[in-house]
């Protein structure tokens, strides 16, 4: 089947129609800022809903719609735990970090930085943000751009320079302001887009199944798991690893990365930006559950329908051209009676009796997928033009997409995911522009500028970074799963800052020198920690916050005091 014919005209102009609407409009309405506070800050006029809807809207990248359902598609509703942490930070975010922003009206998080320690700690910290959020941007724009290539058979590198162009056009256009308005528009188009997901799925289920009927299957399958108290460190998401790693980078995150603070920074009043994070707090946990959710349900769906060995499409085209296609179609047959004995189980209904047999069915095919992946990665072995990724988690629902919703509902749901893209990677090309032009260029300008002269500047460092994000898009390869390298991105560097900025905001004896050599040791250790695979990645978070933090403290009396710290005594 050709995926590309599942796109029919309505689709495209669905998703047209939502794609330039979204551009023309963030253009238009901030076409007239003309100063840095209009441009960075949004004017500082923006309301709690706004600022809600926009932190919503960065934090739900692309990424987030097409992974999660996979996610929960081949290991159930465990992940949602790794949000347990959120309303947590957001509540300490406001209390904390909130009234000290607005209070000394900085641009960037990092401006804080200066004044509690020196400018090299400030640089640090701007720079070890830049690093990750660039990376990060990269991976944003590749993740719908692979959605398109298995849809369109369009090739990666076109996809990922016309993604990154469009959100380009309107965040150099508007800034912050633009990102803002339209990130409203485009949370509207997702939830909706979600919902009417959700109901389809539903809908074409066999009529004898129930919403209870479907959960029973799913819990069967051991995709209904939710909580995990366990404290075994090789197991990635439990409720421990959610609300202690999980707060430590969501604090991180909303309350040291520019990408999110830039939000709440707009904000009218300390008021509004609280409102706006509480607001995120409340529904940003449900908002996960219920994707994680869509995926299970997908799930269900594949339990009455044919599915593929493999979601991977590009896989599946390639292995039919080597000399394991007979080995593959061997795997393919087994698989289908496997699935065959299910419809059988299930033909009337679901009995709690028919929890074991069901069980061992999967068992099996989990056994047939692990042996299709392992021809897949010998494929990809002897291929040395290009990567072929065996793991399909980004595949599963686009693959429901493309082959299951009417005309018109597809090109929703594509818009749904470039929707998503578009805010994400809006919000961390406006923030890493303004870090760059507001922490590292202003900061080392001598002679004074005009503030047109730092809008403009902040638009051309809007578009290199544009551009740099679009050259990592085009090199990327996918992981394990994109929202968690995503994830794994900012665990490496986000303990760190949120260190330094505890440190700033609690521990007034520890002075610059000392953050700054911590911050540099901590770094390089949290670096080998992963590579060298010792803890889950949530972890860092904690370990990354806890070793800058100590380091710092012992260093701080061993270290001579500079001439700054001499005079801030």
């Given at each position: 089947m050709e995926v590309a014919s599942k796109l029919h005209a309505i689709d495209w102009v669905v998703l047209s129609a939502t794609l330039i609407f979204i551009v023309a409009y963030g253009t238009y309405v901030t076409r007239k800022n003309a100063n840095v506070t209009d441009y960075i800050k949004g004017g500082?006029?923006?309301?709690?809903?706004?600022?809600?809807?926009?932190?919503?809207?960065?934090?739900?990248?692309?990424?987030?719609?097409?992974?999660?359902?996979?996610?929960?598609?081949?290991?159930?509703?465990?992940?949602?735990?790794?949000?347990f942490g959120l309303p947590i930070a957001m509540v300490i975010i406001c209390v904390v970090f909130i009234p000290i922003y607005?209070?000394?009206?900085?641009?960037?998080?990092?401006?804080?930085?200066?004044?509690?320690?020196?400018?090299?700690?400030?640089?640090?910290?701007?720079?070890?943000?830049?690093i990750q959020r660039g990376l990060?941007?990269?991976?944003?724009?590749?993740?719908?751009?692979?959605?398109?290539?298995?849809v369109l058979g369009w090739d990666l590198l076109t996809l990922n320079v016309i993604i990154g162009f469009l959100v380009i056009i309107y965040t150099v256009s508007g800034g912050t302001k633009a990102v803002n308005v339209t990130q409203k528009q485009q949370m509207i188009i997702i939830f909706i887009g979600m919902l009417i997901a959700f109901f389809m799925i539903m809908s074409q289920l066999p009529e004898n199944i129930t919403f209870t009927n479907a959960l029973e299957i799913a819990g069967a399958s051991n995709k209904m798991e939710v909580l995990d108290f366990s404290f075994d460190l090789s197991n990635r998401y439990t409720v421990w690893t959610g609300i202690l790693g999980g707060t430590f980078l969501m604090l991180s995150y909303f309350g040291t990365d520019q990408s999110q603070v830039q939000r709440y920074l707009s904000g009218k009043s300390v008021r509004e930006s609280q409102l706006g994070l509480i607001f995120n707090g409340l529904l940003k946990v449900p908002m996960q559950f219920f994707i994680l959710?869509?995926?299970?349900?997908?799930?269900?769906?594949?339990?009455?329908?044919?599915?593929?060995?493999?979601?991977?499409?590009?896989?599946?085209?390639?292995?039919?051209?080597?000399?394991?296609?007979?080995?593959?179609?061997?795997?393919?047959?087994?698989?289908?009676?496997?699935?065959?004995?299910?419809?059988?189980?299930?033909?009337?209904?679901?009995?709690?009796?028919?929890?074991?047999?069901?069980?061992?069915?999967?068992?099996?095919?989990?056994?047939?997928?692990?042996?299709?992946?392992?021809?897949?990665?010998?494929?990809?072995?002897?291929n040395t033009l290009d990567?072929?990724?065996?793991?399909?988690?980004?595949?599963?629902?686009?693959?429901?997409?493309?082959?299951?919703?009417?005309?018109?509902?597809?090109?929703?749901?594509?818009?749904?995911?470039?929707?998503?893209?578009?805010?994400?990677?809006?919000?961390?090309?406006n923030a890493l522009a303004s870090t760059t032009a507001m922490d590292l260029y202003k900061r080392?300008?001598?002679?004074?500028?005009?503030?047109?002269?730092?809008?403009?500047?902040?638009?051309?460092?809007?578009?290199?970074?544009?551009?740099?994000?679009?050259?990592?898009?085009?090199v990327?390869?996918?992981?394990?799963?994109?929202?968690?390298?995503?994830?794994?991105?900012?665990?490496?560097?986000?303990?760190?800052?949120?260190?330094?900025?505890?440190?700033?905001?609690?521990?007034?004896?520890?002075?610059?020198?000392?953050?700054?050599?911590?911050?540099?040791?901590?770094?390089?250790?949290?670096?080998?920690?992963?590579f060298l695979d010792w803890l889950p990645y949530l972890w860092l978070n904690l370990l990354g916050c806890f070793l800058v933090m100590m380091i710092a403290i012992v260093l701080q009396p061993?270290?001579?005091?500079?001439?700054?710290?001499?005079k801030q005594t």
């Open positions: 500082n006029d923006t309301k709690w809903w706004t600022i809600g809807l926009s932190v919503m809207a960065t934090q739900a990248s692309a990424i987030t719609f097409l992974s999660t359902p996979g996610q929960a598609f081949h290991s159930g509703m465990g992940f949602v735990q790794f949000y607005h209070k000394l009206k900085v641009y960037t998080a990092y401006e804080f930085l200066e004044g509690r320690f020196d400018l090299k700690t400030r640089s640090l910290a701007a720079i070890l943000f830049l990060a941007a990269g991976i944003t724009i590749f993740a719908p751009a692979i959605i398109l290539s298995a959710l869509i995926g299970v349900m997908v799930f269900v769906f594949y339990q009455f329908n044919p599915s593929p060995l493999n979601f991977n499409p590009t896989a599946n085209n390639e292995i039919v051209k080597t000399k394991y296609a007979q080995e593959y179609k061997e795997l393919e047959a087994q698989h289908i009676e496997l699935e065959n004995t299910k419809k059988a189980i299930f033909a009337d209904g679901f009995q709690a009796n028919e929890k074991t047999m069901v069980q061992q069915i999967n068992k099996a095919d989990l056994a047939l997928k692990a042996k299709s992946k392992a021809i897949i990665d010998k494929i990809d072995e002897e990567k072929i990724e065996s793991n399909d988690k980004d595949y599963v629902f686009i693959h429901f997409i493309l082959n299951n919703l009417p005309r018109g509902l597809i090109g929703l749901l594509l818009a749904v995911i470039l929707s998503a893209a578009m805010s994400s990677t809006a919000s961390e090309l080392n300008v001598k002679e004074e500028k005009s503030d047109e002269h730092y809008v403009k500047a902040s638009k051309w460092f809007t578009l290199l970074w544009g551009l740099m994000a679009i050259s990592v898009a085009c990327a390869n996918l992981f394990e799963n994109l929202i968690q390298v995503v994830n794994i991105i900012g665990s490496i560097f986000y303990g760190n800052v949120l260190g330094i900025f505890l440190l700033a905001f609690f521990i007034k004896f520890v002075k610059g020198n000392a953050v700054f050599m911590a911050a540099l040791i901590t770094q390089a250790i949290i670096i080998a920690v992963y061993l270290i001579p005091k500079s001439k700054l710290e001499l």
